[in-house]
């Protein structure tokens, strides 16, 4: 069991440019999320899946798209880099029978110059 | 407002002795969770401890505790014996019904030799 993984771990964009976050679980979890982590403001929620094919967005949705086309796979879109987007993406899953537990990945570390 | 609320940004203590991580909530739901994550200085997160709203007893896990004042509205994590590797930042959540947790800003706690 891989749990859940994402790439890249690091990376550098320009303003402007656009690049999608990978998130895959393989827990078969119905549940995933997106998170941002800033320092001094936690971890908010960016948006999330409750299944394949529903998304909804949570605290800080604009700049980012997700789709959900599969049960394992979430990933995360942004169109148009900003230096404010510069933060670690957490992705997570989760499912009831856990309790709604999150089973988080390892971070991706994104710098927008 | 916040739905969950950390107030010490840092804390420290005395290897050996115990400490306690503040945590209040706030919601409307009867049906809730709490959990506690750490985050070490390598970024990832591990769980530590879930409380159940309708958990008549405190949730412990080894040297982690949680103590539950339901009608506070608080969520306090007690560390007994810290150790060195405690060292981390402490990140308290919620789940309000089936929705996906809401985090706190995060204590940062430091361990003395």
């Known amino acids: 069991n891989a749990g859940v993984t994402q790439t890249p771990k690091f990376q550098v964009l320009k303003t402007g440019q656009s690049m999608t976050l990978q998130c895959a679980q393989d827990m078969n979890h119905e549940y995933m999320s997106w998170y941002r982590q800033d320092p001094g403001m936690g971890l908010r929620l960016i948006h999330y899946s409750v299944g394949a094919g529903i998304t909804d967005q949570g605290e800080v949705p604009n700049g980012y798209n997700v789709s959900r086309s599969t049960t394992e796979d979430f990933p995360l879109r942004l169109l148009s880099a900003a230096p404010s987007q510069t933060s670690v993406y957490f992705c997570?899953?989760?499912?009831?029978?856990?309790?709604?537990?999150?089973?988080f990945g390892p971070g991706t570390r994104l710098t927008v110059t | 407002a916040q739905k969950i609320t950390q107030t010490q940004p840092g804390m420290f203590v005395q290897e050996k002795e115990a400490v306690t991580l503040d945590c209040t909530y706030d919601t409307s739901d009867q049906s809730y969770g709490l959990f506690w994550y750490k985050q070490p200085s390598s970024g990832e997160m591990i769980f530590l401890i879930y409380?159940?709203?309708?958990?008549?007893q405190n949730a412990t896990e080894g040297r982690y505790s949680l103590n539950f004042q339901k009608a506070r509205k608080s969520a306090n994590l007690v560390i007994s014996a810290s150790q060195l590797g405690d060292s981390a930042m402490y990140f308290c959540?919620?789940?309000?019904?089936?929705?996906?947790?809401?985090f706190g800003r995060g204590t940062s706690l430091i361990v003395h030799p």
């Open positions: 997570a899953s989760s499912a009831p029978d856990r309790r709604y537990e999150q089973y």
């Open positions: 959540a919620m789940r309000e019904g089936f929705y996906i947790p809401t």
């Open positions: 409380q159940g709203s309708y958990d008549e």
